[in-house]
């Protein structure tokens, strides 16, 4: 009889078994519970990857939670902030998430971020991004065991990708690198299934994954045309033996299939671009314009970007793209490091060349893995400094946006395993041992090199080992004060509601450990609670105002506060400054506010702002707080010629009412007494016109 | 012994693992079969059960029988086969022991068997050895194939607590006066009634009903009295709170049934099998056709009967014809059938409802099964004999099998298009998922497929209740009898007409709330008959369907107000706890069950409704109001039946080239009318205005 070769493999099997003849493992208290394992993992690998992969991101978390690192960067605190104002706010409730980033991991921090304890430490972030770390690992095994059909691709993958010391600590930072590439992977192994098994629920199921990764990271965005694109091209190749068959049908097999391309195209594309339309209901809704997030001065990059695509040259164009992959690639290596890179280079010619699978297989992996990158460095391109290396700005910033990289060079890099399994057998294992060594060093280096710092590659390192924060203009910024800001509140807070502009100051907040049910900022905007209302006349609210010095260089974001106080006195007749470091003020409402505020009421305060002197016009802006002047008398006076006056009357100032005034002043006078005279309170002021700036004057 | 023992995979359902063991021992024909489990299969007598139910004894059981095991898991017996018998070969020659222990591996195995790998085994045969099952039973000589089932069903243990309930509402749970009679299929009777009355919409409530709701009176006293009395909560806002929950819950049943239909596969038969099938040996069959007003549609069914592929000689068709309906009768006569073709003229009485109709052919019934179809329904050709053999292969207690249905002019408008796009999630995503998940099947309008003996002991059709085939599929149940589903469809006509369509879904919608309210006569009976789970599904599937669309309605209604007026007393009945859930509610279900129905076209593969499924919420309201013209019928004119008129699709035909040039002009007359008519409005508002003006400047000049 034929032996099939079922039969001829069950025969080799059975003639090893008989070789091999293993003693069996007597029953006892160490071998029963080893036997256990040993049988889990044989009969349970996928959850065997999950278990293992936990176990290292618990371990990495509790190495980078001693070293202090899992909130250094500060997105990192923002991320924990945005989820705890859900939970723990003036005016609680989703509309909390905000519209600066996608609010997927803020939703997912929920379930832990209300105890105070894994808020302030940042765990409460990090137990989701572990698990979502577990969740990435599991998929990469998978998709690459099954895609080679070979669990020794998978389980390379995953040792490649558990290597890279810069995925370690993004296992744990509360931060969408993590998650998105969960995404990314469930997403690219569902794709893939759909493509071999034909099973329209797998395809279903992409497309929820790719829905969520669009609501977890903007270049998640990409994934859905690129999928749409693979899966039309899927369809039309069905019945056709190549593509070259394809191409010169296309017409007719388009015709032909489009009810099936629109059928599976819309139960694809329904849920996978519903992060991405969702997203623009909700700034819709929420800020009365879809593209909110775009145009806000949150949106990621903009304050630092120029826009090349304005620029007309082509060379220039074509130069920039350059520069673009450049930057990308050596971002790449950064965070990943360059023998991976080089490796799985290799393993990508292999895959391209391999025949063992069709062409729509090796594109769904593929495609989908580099879509992030291919969104990247379009972004790169658009707006040149997203990315920012040492190499060729100098610099450090977002140079973790390359992480998502690690996926797909873990994939690559597993297929040598199956060039073992084919000709290049020596070849294939010298460059299996190398990788293996290389992916133990990039460890070892990794957490061993810096004896305080366990990062090689990352930006992060950057960060924490400066302990900085990003500024838009590449000048870093010592944030150690701010936690000197965060020691002073710890200390001397005693209660009462805080006004701040929380763009910036986000780490303090978590940092003083003070509930957000005492904090109004600009994510208040209720009734009762509303920031804007707040912020004109604070003292009626808040016992105490934190904000940017004025002359501060570190304000990457709009500090409101400072902005509208910064610079007047007024607020001062109510709040001490109690801290100062010429970064950040603290100021408390002091014993006499009351006193004052009521003597404010009667008389009214009047503030001059913006004083400029050009061409014999003096020109400035008068503000009126607290109380409504019916008339106010203004009177410019000239010391050096006290017959030359110019009087001025304004009827009916409300409160908070401004006005910018220019008065002659006559040639020869260098020092003016501007009094400013309302119903019942006066104002003086003494100008010396040549300590002014020359500005030309506005028209009033 | 050596041994095979089959473990059979978890979700089977009874006739897939029928299935199987009659596969495996049609295979394995020289083997002893053993099986462990409950008895369920009729055809094999000769295996000797156990019943053991832990998954791990059962298997060391199985084991220690057989000296030589492969525990396979076995979803596809054909591919295991061709491995089994490789297997068996090297027994001879090999001191070999291939096992499985636990049974939550399925999944690592069926992926290693389809893709012919072996590895398993090795690491089966250490476990074994371990286990040392070898060394305990050293001779045995002969090959048995053990079965293992999976014990499914458990009998419901009633809580002590309710005990107390049966003792104060006895009426609930005890059977009632008219249920003393035995059932007789009998013409004894005008209106052909012959279950008893209180299962019966003869009366739509009765005094059992009454009861029922006393106690659910108290509950909502209870429920929404009680947090006002004592912490002030709006009432309004607890019935809102529970409508949402009620509403998600329904989201994530339906969810449930969807993920577990994915994975179910109908009864599917294949050519072969149907060629195998010996004509001289098949039974009669019987075909009911209750007809009234039908002429149009005669010559379709009279083709697609006769196209069906059963002997005609053991056919028996019985067209059910009412008395003043001369016009189907004449049309019948002229067309000179053969005589598998009866008449039946029903006798003047009142009901006059569909379900009458079948009862008085079931008196007349000759065939061994039994099936109906409506007037404008085209069965495919095989479809008897695929459910003979689905009778054939599963247990005895299978009293229907169900075919599936579908529309032919899904293409005619947008309704049918949409009406198609709901049946084909209906009864390919909705029922499969009943059917895995082991809930109670509420019956299609036709292709039904009976035993009749069966259906003679359950008293045939409800003839007051107009959605009869909801009720008879629970009573089904009821009496511990199972439906099953099989993969062959009947292509009817939808309603085309936006005003039949409204008139139809009424009518179902009050059948289903008469079927709710007759199974909820004795409701703890129900649940004792039924099960927790099936009544369950029961409430779910039946009960719930006519509340849903009214709450879309009235939850859309209030969604719009506050976005247009920002009411704030709106605002206030939704507090954070329940505004979120709701807004999940409507945003995320909404979301999915439009979803779903996307997914029930691509299932039918019918690609080119997926687009048109987007606007099932369209839909969606039309059902909502088709329920509120159901709930006031109910009330009214509770067993009206509302005949839908069949045949556009054939009108439609006709209406091609000149006609439908002729009705573009019209429309296009009318459209030119209109706009003159506007034209001419628009210049008398003008003159109007002008006139105004000119008196105001004069006005304004004095």
Redesign the interface.
């Known amino acids: 009889m034929k032996k099939t070769k079922f039969m001829r493999g069950l025969e080799h099997k059975i003639k090893n078994l008989k070789l091999k003849k293993t003693p069996r493992l007597k029953d006892s208290l160490i071998t029963k519970p080893i036997i256990k394992i040993r049988n889990f993992i044989y009969s349970h690998p996928d959850w065997s990857v999950f278990l293992f992969t936990l176990f290292i991101g618990i371990l990495s978390a509790n190495y980078f939670y001693h070293k202090g690192l899992i909130t250094a960067y500060g997105d990192a605190s923002s991320h924990l902030n945005i989820a705890r104002r859900v939970v723990d706010s003036l005016t609680p409730g989703f509309a909390q998430l905000g519209n600066s980033w996608l609010p997927f991991i803020h939703v997912s921090y929920l379930p832990f971020i209300w105890n105070d304890f894994l808020w302030y430490t940042g765990l409460a972030g990090t137990i989701p991004t572990v698990i979502y770390f577990a969740i990435a690992c599991t998929f990469l095994y998978k998709l690459t065991a099954e895609f080679w059909n070979d669990r020794k691709a998978g389980l390379l993958a995953v040792f490649v990708f558990i290597t890279i010391p810069s995925v370690l600590y993004f296992a744990v930072v509360p931060m969408f690198e993590m998650p998105f590439m969960m995404t990314v992977i469930l997403s690219t192994y569902f794709f893939y299934k759909y493509i071999e098994t034909n099973k329209y629920h797998f395809l279903a199921i992409a497309g929820f994954f790719t829905g969520l990764a669009g609501f977890t990271w903007y270049p998640g965005w990409a994934m859905p045309p690129v999928f749409l694109l693979i899966l039309i091209l899927k369809i039309l190749i069905e019945d056709k033996k190549t593509f070259s068959d394809l191409i010169k049908n296309f017409k007719q097999s388009l015709v032909e299939k489009w009810d099936k391309v629109e059928g599976f195209g819309l139960i694809y594309a329904i849920p996978a671009f519903s992060g991405i339309v969702g997203w623009l209901i909700w700034n819709w809704i929420l800020w009365g314009n879809p593209i909110d997030f775009l145009i806000n001065e949150w949106s990621a990059g903009v304050g630092s970007t120029t826009n090349v695509l304005a620029s007309t040259s082509l060379l220039e164009l074509i130069l920039t793209m350059g520069i673009a992959i450049e930057k990308y690639f050596i971002a790449s290596c950064h965070m990943v490091g360059v023998p991976l890179v080089i490796y799985s280079l290799i393993g990508f010619i292999f895959l391209i060349i391999c025949k063992q699978k069709s062409t729509i297989e090796k594109l769904s992996v593929i495609g989908l893995l580099s879509f992030s990158a291919i969104f990247l460095f379009v972004l790169i391109f658009v707006t040149v400094k997203y990315i920012v290396i040492p190499e060729l700005d100098n610099g450090w910033f977002n140079v973790r946006y390359a992480l998502p990289t690690a996926l797909f060079i873990a994939v690559f890099s597993s297929s040598l395993i199956v060039l073992i399994k084919n000709k290049f057998k020596f070849f294939g294992t010298i460059l299996l041992c190398i990788l293996i060594f290389f992916g133990l060093t990039n460890l070892t280096q990794g957490f061993l090199q810096n004896d305080q710092y366990p990062l090689r590659y990352p930006d992060a390192l950057y960060y924490i080992k400066n302990r900085l924060i990003e500024c838009p203009d590449l000048k870093y910024c010592n944030p150690n004060k701010k936690n000197l800001a965060a020691e002073f509140l710890r200390n001397n807070y005693d209660g009462g509601k805080i006004l701040l502009t929380i763009g910036d100051l986000n780490y303090l907040i978590r940092e003083s450990r003070i509930s957000f049910k005492e904090i109004i900022c600009e994510a208040n905007k209720g009734e009762k609670w509303n920031f804007y209302d707040v912020l004109k006349a604070p003292w009626n609210y808040t016992g105490w105002i934190i904000m940017h010095h004025p002359s501060s260089k570190n304000i990457v974001h709009l500090d409101y506060v400072t902005l509208r106080w910064g610079n007047s006195t007024l607020l001062f007749k109510f709040y001490d400054k109690v801290y100062d470091d010429g970064d950040i003020m603290i100021l408390r409402r002091n014993n006499q506010s009351l006193e004052n505020l009521s003597i404010y009421l009667k008389k009214g305060y009047f503030e001059i702002e913006n004083i400029t002197y050009f061409e014999n016009k003096l020109q400035f802006r008068l503000v009126n707080y607290l109380t409504v002047q019916p008339k106010i008398d203004i009177l410019l006076k000239c010391k050096e010629i006290p017959e030359a006056e110019f009087p001025l009357h304004i009827e009916n100032m409300t409160n908070e009412d401004s006005m910018v005034i220019t008065m002659p002043v006559v040639q020869g006078c260098k020092n003016l007494n501007l009094s400013v005279k309302g119903r019942w309170y006066e104002y003086e002021k003494t100008i010396n016109i040549t300590a002014l700036n020359l500005k030309k004057l506005k028209t009033n | 012994m050596n041994g095979i023992s089959f473990i059979i995979e978890k979700n089977l359902n009874e006739w897939e693992r029928a299935k199987v063991i009659d596969a495996i021992s049609s295979e394995f024909k020289k083997y002893e079969i053993f099986m462990f489990g409950r008895e369920r299969s009729k055809e094999n007598k000769s295996i000797k059960f156990l019943n053991i139910r832990n998954p791990r004894k059962r298997t060391r059981h199985a084991l220690k029988l057989c000296r030589y095991s492969i525990i396979c898991i076995v979803r596809n017996p054909k591919i295991l086969f061709?491995?089994i018998n490789?297997?068996l070969?090297?027994l001879d020659s090999?001191d070999?022991i291939i096992g499985e222990i636990?049974l939550e591996?399925h999944n690592?195995y069926t992926k290693h068997l389809t893709?012919?790998h072996?590895?398993f085994?090795?690491?089966s045969?250490k476990?074994l050895?371990?286990k040392g099952f070898l060394e305990n039973y050293p001779n045995f000589k002969n090959l048995k194939i053990g079965y293992a089932e999976i014990p499914l069903r458990e009998e419901l243990k009633i809580p002590k607590i309710f005990k107390p309930l049966n003792a104060i509402f006895s009426f609930l749970v005890y059977p009632h006066v008219s249920e003393k009679n035995e059932i007789k299929i009998s013409i004894d009777r005008d209106d052909y009634l012959y279950i008893p009355e209180i299962h019966s919409a003869k009366k739509t409530i009765t005094v059992e009903n009454l009861g029922f709701f006393f106690v659910l009176g108290i509950l909502c006293v209870a429920l929404f009295g009680g947090p006002w009395y004592f912490f002030g909560i709006n009432p309004l806002i607890i019935f809102i709170g529970l409508c949402i929950f009620f509403y998600l819950f329904s989201l994530f049943f339906k969810l449930d049934l969807v993920l577990n239909a994915?994975n179910y596969k109908p009864m599917r038969f294949s050519e072969e099998e149907i060629k195998r099938i010996d004509d001289s040996k098949l039974p009669t069959y019987t075909i009911l056709i209750p007809l009234y007003r039908e002429a149009e549609v005669l010559k379709q069914i009279v083709s697609a009967v006769q196209n069906l592929d059963w002997p005609k000689n053991k056919l028996d068709v019985k067209f059910l014809l009412e008395e003043d309906d001369s016009e189907t009768i004449n049309a019948i006569k002229k067309m000179r059938l053969p005589k598998y073709f009866e008449i039946i003229i029903l006798p003047n009485t009142y009901p006059k409802t569909k379900p009458k109709a079948l009862n008085v052919g079931l008196t007349k019934v000759r065939g061994k099964y039994l099936v109906l179809y409506d007037a404008e329904d085209i069965p495919e050709r095989d479809q008897l004999k695929k459910a003979y053999l689905a009778f054939k292969k599963i247990p005895e207690k299978y009293a229907c099998v169900q075919a599936k249905l579908n529309y032919y002019n899904k293409d005619q408008n947008i309704l049918t298009k949409l009406f198609t796009a709901e049946y084909s999630t209906w009864f390919d995503l909705y029922l499969p998922g009943l059917m895995a998940r082991n809930y109670p099947i509420p019956l299609g309008g036709t292709s039904n497929h009976f035993k009749v003996d069966v259906i003679k002991k359950l008293g045939g059709w409800d003839p007051y209740n107009v959605t009869e085939d909801c009720d008879l599929g629970m009573r089904i149940y009821r009496r511990g009898y199972d439906t099953g589903i099989i993969e062959s469809t009947t292509w009817e006509e939808a309603n085309s007409k936006l005003y039949g369509w409204i008139r139809q879904r009424s009518r179902w919608i009050k059948g289903y709330i008469q079927t709710t309210f007759v199974h909820l006569r004795h409701p703890i009976r129900s649940l004792r008959e039924l099960g927790f789970k099936k009544f369950f599904g029961f409430l779910f599937f039946v009960g719930a369907t006519p509340i849903i669309p009214v709450l879309n309605l009235v939850f859309w209604i209030l969604t719009i107000l506050w976005f247009t007026t920002k009411w704030l007393a709106i605002k206030a009945l939704f507090p954070?706890p329940i505004f979120?859930p709701g807004l999940f509610s409507l945003?995320v279900g909404n979301?999915i069950f439009v979803?779903l129905s996307?997914?029930g076209?691509?299932?039918r593969e019918?690609?080119?409704?997926?687009?048109w499924s987007?606007l099932s919420p369209l839909y969606w309201i039309l059902m909502g109001i088709a329920s509120i013209k159901a709930f006031i019928q109910l009330m009214k004119l509770p067993h009206f039946w509302e005949k839908t008129a069949h045949g556009f699709h054939l009108i439609e035909k006709k209406e091609t080239g000149l006609l439908r040039k002729i009705k573009i002009l019209k429309l296009a007359g009318l459209a030119k009318t209109g706009i003159l008519k506007l034209a001419k409005a628009y210049n008398r508002l003008d003159r109007y205005l002008e006139r105004k003006i000119a008196k105001l400047r004069k006005r304004f000049k004095k």
């Open positions: 061709s491995k490789a297997i070969e090297l090999n070999l636990e591996h690592f893709k012919q072996i590895g085994l090795l690491f045969k476990t050895l371990k994915l954070p979120y945003v979301f979803y996307l997914l076209c691509v299932e019918f690609y080119n409704l997926v687009k987007l």
